[in-house]
């Protein structure tokens, strides 16, 4: 493990290396499956829709019979197959019935006129073909409709019902167990006795999990000892595909967690080259992922969009990330050393282009600037900007 400090895309890209536990399968019926991962390729065994049908209310006829009066020789309601169209008549139809066997168009119901004899005279302005919404129109049998690896919304969800399945296969959520570390977390509803505070990253880290699907098998909230760390880290990694922790991976007397981890498995990270978030540790516990970001809160909102994330999207079986980096114009000045920083801004569209407005506090205790600002800017190191200059960014 190296000592030096670790630039944030090498870290990320040796943890998403040591990603490699495939998700499991699991068949869930559609009802269920909204945010869900699609664990197979999904072809359609059917033409949708599956016969020609009508887009209008109107008369379905043959092109070929336009010219004279065609007496109505039957009524197609959608939902009620129709019988071959007998040659000179025409057929009553309406929104998504099946066109009869020899009508080749629909004519709608507002543009015929009727004789006195109630039969049907057409326009000469009709083709072809018109207001007949073809066999296969929206999907071909044998279509892929929809890749592995897709995370499911209402949208996909009705796509598939539209081909008749009701049951699909999704990846499990990925498990993760969060663990606080430090003597002086209460869980709100309590009292403050002096020395306390609130233990806020607990739910940080719940809500973005849970954001993106994934599910909290366990959560501990451990004092700052390295028996009780050393236990409670064995017991996760027994429970989840990934452990997240908060605190205690410095190098003060009360920061257990990194040699509790080096007693159960391998730290293969530690210390980024990143502000906030720099003594962020990374490593394995079995067959569990172990990531553990300082204690800071915003340093565990940064570490959980910049790693958690991706880390999660990879687990969860997601053949993509979602995290698109956007460009804007910063209207303050700033500039870094051997570190990323990630700055907390308010960004707005304004006169054609995003605009970064810099939150005054950028310390990595403030959260509520984290509430404030809509995104992170990302300074590489050894950078400056002044007002006008263009800096990458992140809407969360
Ligand atoms: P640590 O990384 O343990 O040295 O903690 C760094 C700072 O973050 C300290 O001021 C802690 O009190 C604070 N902190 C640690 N864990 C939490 C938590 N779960 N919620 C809120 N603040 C925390
Ligand atoms: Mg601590």
């Known amino acids: 493990m190296q000592s030096s400090l670790i630039p944030v895309e090498s870290a990320l890209e040796q943890m998403l290396e040591m990603a490699t536990k495939p998700p499991r399968v699991e068949s869930v019926a559609l009802t269920q499956a909204a945010g869900r991962v699609l664990a197979e390729d999904l072809f359609s065994s059917i033409n949708v829709p599956p016969a020609d049908n009508s887009s209008m209310d ?82 071909r049998k044998g279509d892929l409709i929809i890749s592995a690896g897709t995370r499911l919304d209402y949208r996909h969800l009705a796509l598939i019902a539209s081909i008749g399945v009701p049951m699909i296969k999704v990846y499990c959520p990925v498990k993760v167990a969060i663990l606080s570390t430090g003597d002086e977390l209460v869980m709100p509803g309590n009292c403050l006795a002096p020395g306390q505070i609130y233990n806020s990253n607990r739910y940080l880290l719940q809500g973005f999990i849970e954001s993106l699907q994934a599910e909290m098998v366990s959560f501990v909230q451990v004092s700052d000892s390295y028996d009780v760390t050393l236990s409670a880290l064995k017991k996760a990694s027994e429970q989840a595909d990934l452990i997240l922790s908060t605190g205690g991976v410095s190098v003060g007397e009360e920061d257990h967690v990194k ?106 205790g403030v959260l509520s600037s984290v509430v404030k600002c809509n995104a992170l800017a990302i300074m590489p190191p050894r950078t400056e900007v002044s007002p006008g200059d263009h800096l990458d960014f992140w809407l969360y």
């Open 58 to 139: 109107g008369y379905a006829l043959r092109y070929s019979d336009r010219l004279a009066p065609l007496p109505v020789s039957q009524r197609v309601a959608a939902g009620h197959p129709p019988t071959p169209l007998k040659p000179g008549t025409c057929a009553r139809i309406f929104t998504g019935g099946e066109i009869p066997d020899g009508a080749d168009l629909v004519v709608m119901q507002e543009a015929v006129t009727m004789t006195a004899f109630d039969d049907v005279v057409v326009p000469d302005s009709i083709k072809q073909g018109q207001n007949i919404r073809p066999a296969g129109q929206d999907i």
């Open 259 to 364: 040699p509790a981890v080096e007693a159960l498995g391998k730290l293969s990270l530690w210390r980024l080259a990143m502000k906030p978030g720099k003594p962020l540790a990374f490593g394995k516990i079995d067959q569990a992922l172990f990531l553990g970001l300082p204690g800071n809160p915003v340093s565990s909102f940064v570490g959980a969009h910049i790693f958690v994330a991706p880390l999660l999207a990879k687990l969860s079986g997601l053949q993509r990330s979602s995290t698109e980096k956007l460009t804007g114009v910063v209207n303050f000045s700033a500039s870094t050393q051997v570190r990323q920083e990630y700055l907390r801004v308010r960004a707005v569209w304004k006169d054609g282009q995003w605009q970064l407005d810099l939150h005054p506090n950028q310390n990595s």
